[in-house]
Each structure stands twice: as structure tokens, then as C-alpha cells.
């Protein structure tokens, strides 16, 4: 009884050593590893962190996640917050090579941990998901629904 378990090992060593590669090599698989711009926390220019999102079946999906990371911060301390703490983002629309982003209107807060102005935060915003989302022609970012800047713009 002993000999034939013994004969089957190192069969069955091999096997459960070959499936926990294919199982490590399919998760490995699952996830994207996209960089996310941060400001510097003097406010003089930003850096990169390497940041793995889920990879999802709809583009909408993974750039939605992209984009709360985004809002979540860096996990490095010299690095600054994008937008202001409890800043969400409301809707997300892609069509085509556009998308549309509508964010809360926390995202005009002023928090003294924010060290970049307002239009450089659009902008940092918009340059991650072009660099991370290449097909991405243009990006749209509203506040309440409203295009920040416009003449009508207002802050009710």
C-alpha cells in the first residue's frame, strides 16, 4: 500500500506544482497595472505610482475604477491628493473615444492638503486617463453637471 502511494508522488507533486502555476499565472492575468499621476507635495510637479486595477470585461468598468483610485490618493506620503477627501464621482459616460465625467461638488473644496490649483487638477485628472486609456481622444469633466468655467456656471 505504501509502495503505490510512493510511486504516485512525485506524479502528484508535479501536477499540484503545474496547477497552482496556471491558477498564479490567471490572476496575474486578472489585473492591470496602470500609473497614476500625483501632484508633489510642495506643489512643484508630479510623479508616478504603479497602481493594479481589476480587469474588467467593459471599458466603462475599469476606467471607473481607474478613476476612484484617482480619487482615493497616493499611497506614497510625498505625494499629494488630487481632489479634495469625499469628492465622488457621480456619473461616467464613454462614447466612442469621449468620455464624461461628473464629479460631486467637494471637488471645489479647498483643503489645505491640496497643493495644485484648480485647472492643473482637471488636468492632472485628464492626462492619467489619456496615458492610461490611449484610445481616449477627449475627456469631458463636469461639477454637478456643470461644465466648470462656462458663463452660466454657478455654485449652488
Request: aromatic letters at 10%; glycine letters at 6%.
Amino acid at each position: 500500500m505504501l509502495k503505490k502511494i510512493l510511486r504516485f508522488l512525485p506524479v502528484s507533486i508535479i501536477g499540484i506544482t503545474f496547477l497552482l502555476a496556471v491558477i498564479l499565472i490567471n490572476l496575474e492575468n486578472a489585473r492591470l497595472k496602470q500609473v497614476l499621476l500625483f501632484p508633489l507635495d510642495n506643489g512643484n510637479g508630479v510623479n508616478a505610482e504603479l497602481r493594479m486595477i481589476k480587469k474588467y470585461k467593459t471599458k466603462e468598468v475599469r476606467i471607473a475604477h481607474t478613476v476612484k483610485e484617482m480619487l482615493l490618493g497616493p499611497a506614497i506620503l510625498e505625494l499629494d491628493r488630487i481632489v479634495p477627501l469625499g469628492t465622488k464621482l457621480q456619473s461616467l459616460i464613454l462614447n466612442d473615444q469621449t468620455l464624461f465625467l461628473d464629479f460631486s461638488k467637494d471637488f471645489f473644496q479647498m483643503d489645505s492638503g491640496l497643493s495644485f490649483p484648480f485647472s492643473d487638477r482637471i488636468d492632472l485628472i485628464k492626462r492619467n486617463l489619456k496615458f492610461n486609456y490611449p484610445f481616449l481622444k477627449e475627456v469631458v469633466i463636469t461639477i454637478n453637471g456643470q461644465l466648470p468655467g462656462s458663463p452660466y456656471y454657478s455654485l449652488d
